[in-house]
C-alpha cells in the first residue's frame, strides 16, 4: 500500500460522511464486546482490564493500520486456553514478550507478502481448532458457573472426574443466573434479532442480584478505572525460553489464522473492500505489539463482533475505532457498572459462546462426505481437549499430512477379464512407489485365478509416477507372471518410465513394451487369441463408467438437462486427433464436427451438408461464439487432393474431396504441409460466406480461428493475421517422448 493512499484512508477518518451510522454501529458492538471480553479475560485467567485493553488498544490500532473496513479486532476466546496455560506456566509479565513476537512475527510476514500461505492450513484442523476450543471452555465454564473454587484445576479431564463433587458443593442460585445468561443469549436473537441479547442477558441477571441484594453471588469486583502499565517482564527468572518460544509461536499461528478467516467470511458477505491479507496481518501485529506493550492479552480479527458491525450500518473504519472507544469510556467513567457483573454470569456468556464454537455439523458433513477428513478433524479434537492445544494441532497436521502422502503414493487399479478369458487388461493409475507392494501381490492373485489365460496386459496411460522400489516391484510380479506361462505386455509406459524399468531390469525378465492399440492386436493375433474392437470399446465404456462417470454424475445429471458449450470445433475425422484430450476439456464443452479433411462446404441458398446444420444449430441455438477450425498434418484427405487420385471405389469420397481440389486450383500447395495450411484458409473463407457468421463478424461479436496440430511434435500452431503466417500457439519444447 502507498503512503498516499494510506495518507487519503487517514484523512476520510476525519469527515463526517456517515459518521451517524459508525456511530451507532461502534456503541451496538461495543455492547457485544463488553460482556465478551470479560468473559475471556476469565477464560483466560487474566485481570479482567487486560482483555479490555486488547479490545480498546487492538482495536483502534489494527482498524487504522489493516486493510478491512469493517472487521473488528479484539480479544478471541479461541485462543484463551492458549493464552490461559503461557500465564500459568511463565506468569502475566509474558503476555508481553508472546505479544511483542506474535506481533512481530505478523509485521514481518505481512512485509514478505507470506499471508496467502496462511490458507495452507486444512480445513478440518481449523474447525477441530474451534470445535475443540469450545469443548475446553465449555468444561472450564462449568465450575465458574456452579459457583466453585478451582483454582488448582486446569485440565478438562480434571474438570470432568470432578463434576460430581462440584454438584454436591454448587451455589444453586448461581447456576440459575448462569442458565438465565445463556437462554437469554441464545433465545433471543431467535425472537428479536435487532435487540442486543449479550447485553440483556448479562444486564438481567445483574439486577436480579441487585435487587434481591443477593450477598452470597460472587461479583468481577473491583476494577482499575483506567489502562495499566504492565509489569515488564523479568527475563532472568523465565524458567523455558524454548516453552515460551513455541507459546507465542502457537499464539501466532493461530491469531494470524483467525484474522485471515475472518476477513475472508467479511469479504463473502459482499460488503467493504476486498481485503489484503499481508496488509491485514501488518495492521494485526502492530496491534498485538500495543496491546502487548500495555500488557493485554493478543489481539486477532472477530468474526462475529465484524458481523455485528456490518448489520449495524458500519461504513468505514471509525465504527471499530468507536467501538474501542465506547470500551474506553466505560472503562474510566463507569467501571461500577462492570464490577457489579455476577461471575456466574460472565461464565454464562462463556458458555453460550463456547457453545456457538462447536461444530458438530461441519464434523457430520465430513463423516458423509470425505472419511480421511473425518478422521483428520476427529484426531485433532481429541488430542486438543485431552492434551493441549499445541500438541493437538501438530497431531492433526501429521495425520493430514500422513493421509495426503498415502493418497499421492496409493496405486489403484481396473481389472477388465475379455469375454474370451484369454487377455486380462490391468489400468494401473496413481503412483507405484514402495508402498505398492500389496497392491502388486494382490492384483498377481487375482490374475491367478483365471486358467484360461494367455495375455496380461497392464496399461499405465493414467499412471503419474514410479520410483525404483515400485519398478522392483512389478518387475518381481512379471517375472513370476512369465513363470506360469503367460505373456505379459506392458502398454503406455512413458519415455522415463520405460527407461527406468528397462535399467532396472538387469535379469531380462521377458515383457513386451507397445506405444498402440495396433501394436497390441497384432502381438495377440500372432499368439492365436482374437481381437475384436468392440471389446476394446466395450473395455473402454467399463474405464469410462467407474472411473470418470460415477465421480461427475452431477455433471452427467446437469448436462442432461442442457449442454451450454463454449466453443464450436471443426476438424478432421483422423483418428490421431484427441481433441478432447488437448485442450484437457470435458464433456459439454466443444461442439464438434468431424470430417475427412475439416472441410466447411460454402453456404449456398439449397446447401444440404450437415456442417451448414451443425454451424447454424450452434450459432442459433447453442449461442456459440467461438469457431476453431482444426487441421492437421499428414492428412490423408490433402495428400489424395493433391494427387488428383480418384478411386473408382469410393466415389462419395471423390466427390467430397472435390470441395479441397477446387480450393487447390487458386494456389496449387507443392506438398501435404503446405496444402494442409492452404485447405484451412480456405474453408476459413467458405464459414465467412454463411449469413449468420457474417453477420456476426461484422458487428465484432464471434471470433474464428485456424489451427493446425502437429502430428509429429503434437504442437497446435495458430494462424497469425497481423504476420500472414502460423505461429505455436505454446513455445516448442526440445524435449519429447
Known sequence: MSLNSFTTELKELWTTKYLREDIYAGFSVAIVSIPLALAIGMASEVPHTLALTTAVVGGIVAAIFGSSRLSITGPALSMAVLTANCVE???????????????????????????RFSKLIPLPIVHAFTSGVGAILL???????????????????????????????????????????????????????????????????????WIFNLKQIQLVGALPHQLTIPELPNFATINSWHSLLISAMAIFVLASLETILSVRSIDKLGLGDLHNPNRELIGQGLANISSALLGAIPATALLTRSKINIESGAKTKRAAI?????????????PQILENIPLAVLAGVLFSAALSMLN????????????????????????????????????????????MVMR????????????????????????????????????????????????????????????????QHLLDMIEEINLTGLKVIVHGLTRDQYRLLKSLNVDDIPFVNTVTESEIKQILETGGVSYTANEILKQGLEKFQE?????????????????????????????????????????GEIFMVRNVGNVVPCY??????????????????????????????????????IKHADSHDASGL???????????????????????????????????????????????????????YDVHSAQILEWDTSQQDFRYILAQSNDSN
Open 89 to 115: 506456566k511463565h506468569g502475566l509479565a509474558s503476555l508481553v514478550i508472546i505479544g511483542v513476537i506474535c506481533g512481530l512475527l505478523q509485521v514481518l510476514v505481512g512485509i514478505l507478502k507470506l499471508g
Open 139 to 209: 468444561l472450564e465454564a462449568l465450575p465458574i458457573m456452579l459457583q466453585i473454587h478451582t483454582h488448582d484445576v486446569y485440565h478438562p479431564l480434571d474438570v470432568i472426574k470432578n463434576l460430581i463433587i462440584y454438584i454436591n458443593h454448587m451455589n444453586p442460585l448461581a447456576f440459575i443466573l448462569a442458565l438465565i445468561t445463556i437462554f437469554i443469549a441464545r433465545k433471543l436473537p431467535k425472537y428479536l434479532p435487532k435487540f442486543p441479547a449479550l447485553l440483556i442477558a448479562v444486564l438481567i441477571p445483574t439486577l436480579i442480584v
Open 322 to 334: 468507536f467501538q474501542s472507544l465506547i470500551i474506553l469510556l466505560v472503562i474510566y467513567a463507569f
Open 360 to 403: 458438530h455439523q461441519q464434523a457430520v458433513t465430513y463423516w458423509k462426505q470425505d472419511k480421511s477428513e473425518f478422521l483428520i478433524f476427529s484426531v485433532t479434537f481429541v488430542m486438543l481437549v485431552f492434551t493441549n492445544l499445541i500438541d493437538g494441532i501438530q497431531t492433526g497436521i501429521m495425520v493430514a499430512l500422513f493421509i
Open 408 to 471: 499421492m503414493l496409493a496405486t489403484k487399479s481396473n481389472i477388465r477379464l475379455w469375454n474370451n478369458q484369454q487377455v486380462i487388461r490391468i489400468s494401473l493409475s496413481g503412483n507405484i512407489t514402495f508402498l505398492s507392494f500389496e497392491k502388486l501381490s494382490e492384483l498377481k492373485k487375482q490374475i491367478s485365478k483365471h486358467a484360461q489365460l494367455h495375455f496380461v496386459i497392464f496399461e499405465f496411460e493414467k499412471l503419474q509416477s514410479i520410483d525404483s522400489a515400485g519398478c
Open 547 to 587: 472411473q470418470y462417470a460415477k465421480e461427475r454424475s452431477k455433471l452427467i445429471n446437469t448436462l442432461a438437462k442442457e449442454q451450454q458449450p463454449h466453443t464450436l470445433l471443426i476438424t478432421c475425422s483422423d483418428s490421431r486427433l484427441n481433441p478432447n484430450e488437448f485442450f484437457a476439456s470435458g464433456l
Open 604 to 641: 449456398s441458398q439449397n446447401i444440404k451438408y450437415s456442417e451448414a446444420a451443425a454451424i447454424e444449430y450452434a450459432i442459433c441455438h447453442l449461442n456459440i461464439r467461438n469457431i476453431i477450425i482444426c487441421a492437421h498434418t499428414e492428412c490423408g484427405a490433402i495428400k489424395a487432393s
Open 654 to 708: 471423390d466427390n467430397w474431396l472435390q470441395i479441397i481440389k477446387e480450393g487447390f486450383k487458386k494456389h496449387a500447395p507443392s506438398d501435404p504441409t503446405e496444402g494442409t495450411k492452404l485447405n484451412l484458409l480456405n474453408q476459413i473463407e467458405h464459414l465467412k460466406t454463411y449469413p449468420l457468421v457474417e453477420d456476426l463478424l461484422a458487428k465484432n461479436e464471434i471470433t474464428i480461428s485456424a489451427w493446425v
